[in-house]
């Protein structure tokens, strides 16, 4: 089994925003437009000397997977200018890695050059681990795109899901057969794409919070072996009720309709202020995965509200497709007074599961944790330790973090610095 963790920091508004991302690969045994990935850059090294290249900056929003025959997918969004004198604007570029990643070809345009492209996310198909799927936003945001491959990433087909006049925010993206699973966020409303054709065309709905919020993010999606899809989602509070509320819903009618079940709620952020601060920094997520066996999986990192403790890290499993959830349970032993955040999880055969996330156990540095478990969360192996640190440039300057952090932490940037000084 490999396991792979990248650390993605995002951008968006033209605002500095710090949505701190995991990206993790657990690797087991009619509008469409087909077109081959554009020619490969000038550059024949390895897309791991490529990314951690000095010399290549403005690359951002790392998004990464693994299908069943050994390929890893790496896709991110590179600043650059298409004419001399023009702004620089983030395209996808996407290489590809095989034999265990012994081999890679150089970086290539998934995609002709068009609009700005972001949020780039992928997922494989979970029931033949062959087709890949990728989606991400254009057009300052505005447009919602998806692309399928069933030849291992050598030629794409584009289907363009959602377009509106206002800006969505991050794409979340799952699929297993002919089922496809799109979340992302509009208009401060949580929104579902669902395809049961394999990504050709896609029906769009709404989820309403049950509780009132004043935005939301999505942070994860699933879909189980019978079918039911399901999609984790923050719902930041009203002024009136601050706390962050962290939400899984589930359609099991091809995306139709959903139910909403809160599964926690948080304190926003310490010390951190302006409308996009709970997004903006290190603060509650959850996510959520499923395993063959359809156990349906979730993490997420809170506190409580009310009180100034530390976010810990928290999982939940349900055998019940979603209908009823098991007691919270504490997973990180790192000791009281550590912070937790970049929730993480992955599930595969029966009662196989695997999560990460970051904690201060070790600060001023952060580092990446991780732990396996066989039987569905009934028991774990001991914590592993993935991160160490890594010099690298910052993002912005450390009094802007202040008082929320003293100072960046290091290891937050070991796993793909996005700085707009250097490359990843």
Sequence with gaps: MALKFYRDWYCGDARPRFLFLLALVFVFASGCTAYAAGPSAPDDRSVAQNISSPNLSDQWEVAIAKDGFHHVYFLYSQKEAQCLGCASLPRLRLSIGSDEDAHWEPPRELTPPSFDQVNP?????ASDQRTVYAAWLERTR???LVARSSDFGHSWSLVVVARADGAANRPVLSARGENVTIAFSRDHQMWTASSHDGGITFNLVAINAPVPVRDVLAGGTTIDPNGNAFVAWEGY??????????????SGDQGKNWTTTLMDRSRGTANCQGPQCEWGYLSAQITIASDAAGTVYSLWNSNHPGKQDAERVYFSSSTTAGETWSEKVEVSNAPPGARHVLPTIVAGTSGEVRIAWMDSRNSPRWSAYSRSSTNGGATWAPEEMLSMYVPSSGYIPEQDF???????????RAYGDTSSRGGL
Excluded: H, R
């Design 121 to 125: 996310t992928l997922a494989v198909d």
């Design 142 to 144: 505005k447009d919602l």
């Design 237 to 250: 509070g009203t002024e009136a009720t601050p706390e962050i509320n962290l939400l899984i819903s589930k």
């Design 402 to 412: 202040d008082p929320l952090f003293e100072p960046l932490p290091q290891d937050a």
